[in-house]
């Protein structure tokens, strides 16, 4: 359990200023990036996977193909394409000190286009990471650089639009510097629970972290059931925000708790760092998010938790301390960025009560100082942790199930990197070596393929989570089916070649197509399964064209596909 020395306090009076929200309307002129009304689908600071949402979301009307226009003068000093994240992305860096992101892309415009299509076909790679100088791509502001698209790791159609510092690359939230989203919608509570965190702390005779009913009374006020605690305590919220026009549950701006009219915490996030992100998982409940898929964000911060997005200089770290016969009044407001609100309530009486409910302790074998380098063998399997793999000790549950099963506990604690598990594969042919991998087995029993490599007679595995990883043979190619042709079929009208690709066991790895031995530039949508060509890339002479495209899965399984069409090219 945690300890902690109260500090001096400060009164929420006293803070009003110093929270008060900065826009930065005054230094920009930005334009939208698109000329529709502005609906989100995220906002900036969400609680994301391991990470904070990056910048907004905004819906598209359900369609691809808008323009997407520069918000402000300056150059294309990024372009990056990739089958997962951002897809297609552009970003620019303007004069003023801050540089735009616009994501999952269509496609771009002619210029935009032309120059890393270039630079892809030099590769011979559709995804590329191209860097072009301030007299390369330079572009005015109201400028269309692009079109809406639904790229990359996007669940559907919308433009992901990011304002960054130029100089550290900061994301900052683009609502704050002017871009108009109607908003008139209070954040929503939907679970409030109380953690006791001192060794001898409980809540309503729980040593657990329990759940306190909830009552809406009107005028965006929620109630909290009566808690009776001692010793030092936490609250954790789950909530979410809505703006006008969307029915997407959003993430809120800002969280603050008080004590008795006492500021004891305070949460939002206008910025932050890339390299600070996965602090996420100590701002929420990670075994709660992991078991109920709903993340509670938390109302105190941890010791592990180096997060610069909390006002740090409160009492206690927002842990509250309750005494017999104690009554307090804890308040925690949250709040959007157009400064609607809510507002729960929670009467806490301190009384000591015999717990009922006692704290499991967990204390085995495998142990984890998370500043140290730590290895478990296992026989035929090892388990390696760097140092700083974990946020802090923890003690594990590790069973070696069969030769090819190893259960690394559950996954229940944050990780902050990846650690290593290795299968000794000197029983196994060297040549058959390469079509093994290690994977992830989920609650469902489905493997899922895990960055695999041979290291002489071992398979390394990098999991980036705890749980049950196995390792699997894989002999079966991939498969390839023309989707919009047949063989020996004249394409002369048709505008691109389409092709569905797929790999059931290990999955898609790499893919290569040419044209009577030239390579073209196939985009793959790995959601579709989908390859797809377009013949207005280059011409080629004749009308009689040899196809051919190689499969390749992650464990080294291939497939070719050859045939012939006929195409005359205008």
């Avoid at 990739?82 to 210029?111: D, F």
């Avoid at 549950?397 to 650690?419: E, F, G, S």
Wanted: aromatic share 12%.
């Amino acid at each position: 359990m945690y300890r902690y020395l109260l500090i001096g306090v400060l009164t929420l009076s006293t803070t009003i200023n110093l929270l008060a929200q900065k826009f930065y309307t005054d230094e920009t002129s930005f334009r939208s990036p698109l000329d529709i009304p502005l609906v989100l689908s995220g906002t900036f600071g969400e609680l994301r996977s391991n990470h904070f949402h990056s910048g907004i979301d905004i819906k598209t009307q359900g369609k691809e193909g808008l323009k997407v226009y520069a918000v402000e003068d300056g150059y294309v000093s990024r372009i990056k394409l990739s089958h997962w994240g951002y897809g297609k992305a552009v970003y620019i860096t303007h004069p003023n000190g801050y540089t735009s992101v616009y994501g999952h892309l269509s496609g771009l415009n002619a210029k935009i286009d032309a120059y890393i299509r270039k630079i892809q076909y030099q590769r011979e790679s559709y995804q590329v990471e191209a860097f072009p100088s301030v007299k390369d791509l330079p572009v005015r502001k109201g400028e269309v650089i692009a079109y809406s698209g639904n790229t990359g790791g996007s669940g559907g159609p919308h433009l992901h639009f990011e304002i960054r510092e130029t100089n550290n690359q900061w994301p900052m939230n683009p609502l704050l510097f002017g871009f108009k989203v109607n908003d008139h919608k209070n954040p929503v509570v939907r679970t409030l629970f109380a953690y006791p965190v001192s060794d001898e702390a409980q809540i309503n005779k729980s040593q657990k972290p329990l759940k306190i009913n909830l009552s809406y009374v009107g005028n965006d006020i929620y109630e909290a059931d009566t808690v009776y605690a001692s010793g030092r305590i936490g609250f954790a919220v789950n909530t979410y925000d809505n703006q006008d026009g969307a029915s997407n549950k959003n993430g809120v701006f800002s969280i603050e708790m008080t004590v008795d009219g006492i500021l004891y915490f305070y949460h939002d996030v206008d910025k932050f760092s890339f390299s600070e992100t996965k602090y996420i998982n100590k701002l929420i409940d990670y075994a709660y998010y992991k078991e109920h898929r709903s993340r509670l964000q938390k109302c105190f911060i941890e010791p592990s938790n180096r997060l610069k997005t909390y006002k740090r200089d409160l009492p206690n770290n927002g842990l509250i301390s309750v005494q017999e016969g104690d009554r307090k009044k804890v308040n925690i407001l949250i709040k959007d960025l157009a400064g609607n609100s809510s507002k729960v309530v929670i009467p806490v009486i301190g009384q000591h009560l015999s717990p009922e409910i006692f704290n499991d302790t967990l204390v085995t074998e495998y142990f984890v100082p998370y500043q140290t380098d730590t290895r478990f063998d296992l026989g035929n399997v090892t388990v390696d942790f760097q140092k700083y793999t974990f946020y802090e000790d923890d003690y594990l549950h590790i069973n070696k199930i069969d030769d090819n099963t190893v259960a690394v506990h559950q996954d229940v604690i944050p990780l902050k990197k990846r650690y290593n598990i290795s299968f000794d594969l000197s029983g196994i042919p060297p040549e058959n070596r390469k079509h093994h991998f290690v994977a992830y087995k989920d609650k469902k029993g489905e493997l899922k393929y895990i960055s695999s490599s041979l290291k002489g007679d071992k398979l390394v595995g990098r999991p980036k989570r705890l749980g049950t990883y196995m390792l699997v043979q894989d002999f079966k190619a991939p498969e390839i089916t023309p989707v919009n042709f047949v063989p020996d079929q004249w394409l002369s009208k048709q505008d691109r070649l389409v092709l569905k690709i797929d790999d059931e066991l290990s999955g898609i790895k790499s893919y290569r197509g040419t044209i009577n031995g030239k390579f073209i530039l196939f985009e793959w949508d790995y959601k579709t399964g989908l390859i797809q060509y377009q013949f207005s890339d280059q011409r080629f002479p004749d009308k009689k064209h040899d196809l051919e495209v190689v499969v390749t899965d992650y464990a080294g399984n291939t497939k070719t596909y050859k045939t012939t069409f006929y195409r005359v090219y205008n």
